[in-house]
DNA sequence: GATCAGGATGAAGAAGTCTTCAATTGACGA
DNA sequence: TCGTCAATTGAAGACTTCTTCATCCTGATC
């Protein structure tokens, strides 16, 4: 039995947990882009993409091909898609059930605090 | 358009970045359990146990609740059954390729070292 | 070969997360 | 009410991760 493996489960999560990263993959979803164009897009410093796009090479969620001057990233599997968007319903998910708690905290102002 | 939204994702991918919550969280997948019952399986001394829950209890992805003397959780959307099997197989498949760009460099020594 | 632009890297301090310990709460039976 | 079991909480130090800065590398252009 693989001991570790929930250890490499959350490795890879945390990979995927920082603002940039996770825009980083969704750009990519739509095919490979140039780190140039990433960065006119990100509003960040260079040298911090550069540094969260080693992360992501790191854990091959990416990888990046030269062509020339520029530098060509993108997913290195589809699957990285999917991923994003089974995330992406659970977490709208969670929000709207969020807000609905809201609306009900609002409209009955004398029941006991949710807890 | 709704700015921070990569950020919650972040932060929600975040939680998810810990092999005790990874753990708890696909205990739960087979149906609700008590906090003890977690314990004998997860191996982590019960304060640590608690905090872990109490982040999972922060982002909703749990919710509990107490039965007489015992605390039972609770996965709190099955959608997380479905984030999970995602990431599963992107692992699983992450990792064969890993082992097999092994195989061929272990197969191919006279080439030059991977960057 | 000097220079330049696009990226990558290393290092250091700031910021955040983990683990652990002691103290606390709530429910239950003696 | 006292003791106890189950679980949670708060706080402190250890440990990671982020950001930023200066520096370096590579390929193109002159």
Redesign the pocket.
Known sequence: MPVPLYQAKA?FF?TL????RIRVLELLQDGPR???EL?TEID????????????L?RTQLVS?T?D????VYALSTPDVADLLRAARRILTELITDRSLLLEELHSAPGSPPAR
Chains 1, 2 share one sequence.
């Open positions: 490795e945390r947990g920082h603002p940039v140039p780190v140039r960065l960040v410093e260079a040298s911090n993409l550069s540094q969260q796009l080693a992360v090479r990046s030269r020339g001057n520029t530098v």
